[in-house]
């Protein structure tokens, strides 16, 4: 009888030993082999954040294309516009009327300061003669000259008023946007419309500043647009006039040696730098 439990206790020992050997063994084999041989899963899994670090950089930095010359065009004075011909996209000339203004009040007022000027004028044209002949005082004379030249600045002030009744092109390019209508009543300072110079393009990145041996002006490097899918060769004309201490990075600007027509502002793409020599 004590032989059959003694043999009983053995077999159950035997069989959990057996039972938590087989529950280690497949973590175990995970790494470790049956001779002894590290697993390569283990090997891949560790050497994965290394070749994310290579890959970062190899990464492209990214531009935008931007105009060198843009404006928003916006109201001087307060009243009702009556000439807003030009729509979005369409070209313009340098000098061109965009936008026209009702000024019949203001063009009262100058005519009614020229006929003010007219009358000074000529009253001191007659004090003139009236003192050689000293029928009247210098300081009547003197009031008279004033008073002319009074008059003139009043003319003076009324033709800048008109001047503002009228918003001439800056220079040629392009409308990019239109905010307001023609017969609208705007107030100074409302915007009216932002053009561009298509013609006069620039692109805008920002680099690490490790890289300032690559970022000289007059280096070369490539933009491959992201809406034509066309690469092209731009060179470096200046960089930004500080390096940013949190981010350690710089504004860099270049201009596309030869512009094609399909490219816009607005346009961003991934920047290839050339490495330094």
Do not use: W
């Amino acid at each position: 009888m004590k032989k059959t439990s003694g043999l009983f206790l053995t077999l159950c020992f035997v069989f959990l030993h057996s039972a938590v050997t087989f529950a280690v063994a497949p973590e175990f084999a995970a790494e470790v082999d049956g001779i002894g041989n590290v697993d390569t899963k283990a090997q891949e899994q560790s050497s994965e954040p290394t070749m994310s670090t290579d890959a970062s950089k190899e990464q492209l930095l990214r531009g935008q294309i931007k105009a060198r010359e843009s404006s928003q065009i916006a109201s001087e004075i307060a009243g009702r516009i009556s000439h807003l011909k030009i729509r979005d996209g369409e070209r313009f000339k340098a000098g061109q009327l965009l936008v026209g203004f009702s000024c019949e009040q203001e063009e009262a007022q100058l005519s009614k300061a020229k006929a003010t000027l007219d009358k000074k004028a000529k009253t001191h044209e007659v004090n003139k003669k009236l003192e050689k002949l000293r029928s009247i005082s210098t300081l009547e004379l003197d009031v008279t000259k004033a008073e002319e030249a009074e008059a003139k600045a009043d003319v003076r002030v009324m033709q800048a008023m008109l001047e503002k009744c009228s918003i001439k092109a800056p220079f040629s390019g392009k409308v990019v946007d239109v905010t307001a209508r023609a017969y609208q009543s705007v107030r100074p300072g409302d915007p009216l419309l932002e053009i561009i110079n298509e013609n006069d393009l620039e692109v805008e990145f920002i680099a690490p500043s490790k890289s300032l041996p690559e970022l000289k002006p007059g280096n070369t490097f490539k933009v491959t647009l992201d809406e034509t899918g066309n690469s092209h060769k731009a060179v470096i004309i200046r960089l930004g006039g500080r390096v940013d201490p949190v981010s350690q990075t710089i504004k860099v600007y270049g201009r596309i040696t030869q512009n094609a027509a399909e490219i816009l502002p607005g346009m961003s793409g991934a920047i290839q730098l050339t490495p330094a020599q």
